[in-house]
């Protein structure tokens, strides 16, 4: 058989460095009203009420949220929060959203870097921080793993309109 129709591989030692950690804290500001959105619904269930609710059960958003210093609407943006997330229950006092999202840092020391995160956000555990998992990373995060904890610092449930707190800890060589 030619090498060329075989599937090869080659493994050899990492050799990685010595594992970091660092702890962030930034800001991410969802919108879904307004003439300027940063979440826009991209699909809804026909059966599940999903057309009048800004958060629906079974609603997919398409998103590229800004992630600022502090949460001020006028704070410094450090970068911007890309990627999906659709509402995963039924009821509003369980609502919880399913989320791929790429982190992405825009400026200062992690410019160029990014913390993935693909995860479900029990977002109506609002009395206290909820956690999401942190499955990889680019540049300076490259590998990475952890988690983030988020704290809601202000919502509208009319709107769906939120501001989080994101207090991230990576784990990265």
């Not at 039924?90 to 982190?103: A, T």
């Not at 990373?137 to 793993?145: E, P």
Request: glycine share 10%.
């Amino acid at each position: 058989m030619a090498r060329h129709e075989s599937y090869y591989g080659k493994t050899k030692p990492a050799n990685l460095k010595e594992e970091k950690v660092t702890r962030i804290r930034f800001y991410l500001r969802d919108t879904l009203s307004g003439q300027n959105p940063t979440a826009v619904r991209i699909a809804h269930a026909n059966l599940t009420g999903g057309s009048e609710s800004p958060v629906g059960f079974g609603s997919l958003f398409a998103i590229d949220d800004p992630l600022t210093v502090g949460p001020e609407k006028h704070s410094k943006e450090i970068g911007n929060g890309q990627g999906m997330y659709v509402s995963g229950s039924k009821e509003l006092n369980k609502f919880s959203i399913v989320m791929y999202v790429d982190l992405a840092f825009t400026t200062g020391k992690f410019n160029g870097s990014s913390i993935s995160i693909f995860s479900r956000n029990p977002v109506a555990e609002e009395a206290g921080e909820r956690e999401i998992a942190i499955v990889g990373g680019r540049g300076k995060f490259r590998m990475a793993r952890g988690f983030v904890k988020i704290k809601t610092h202000k919502i509208d449930m009319k709107t769906g309109d939120a501001v989080l707190r994101y207090d991230a800890t990576v784990y990265h060589y």
